[in-house]
């Protein structure tokens, strides 16, 4: 439903969406990438979630502009994160990975 919006988007935050996965938010990512400013995930720590991995963070080519990303208590992110990150974020200020073991 939100990827029918006919507006763009400069912000995304997902709060508690626990069943939020990676290939939904692959599909924002197609929609609204281009124009995406901030993008924050915040995983409930207690509650099992739909499985995030570093495959997500490789699909933001599709966002060159995000300058925020938040990941919070996401804890199944692998070892090529950080080369994702540094490929695909080059006008990234802000990164929160709070509870994400890296």
Do not use: W
Not at 95 to 101: D, Q
């Amino acid at each position: 439903m939100l990827c029918q919006l006919t507006t763009d988007l400069e912000e995304l935050r997902m709060e508690y969406c626990s069943r939020i996965g990676e290939k939904c938010m692959v599909s924002l990512l197609e929609r609204f990438g281009e124009t995406l400013r901030e993008f924050h995930v915040v995983r409930n720590c207690f509650e099992k979630c739909s499985k995030i991995t570093d495959e997500l963070i490789a699909s933001f080519e599709m966002s060159p502009y995000i300058e925020k990303l938040t990941f919070n208590y996401v804890r199944s992110f692998g070892k090529k994160i950080h080369i994702h990150l540094a490929h695909n974020f080059h006008k990234l200020r802000i990164l929160n990975l709070r509870e994400c073991p890296i």
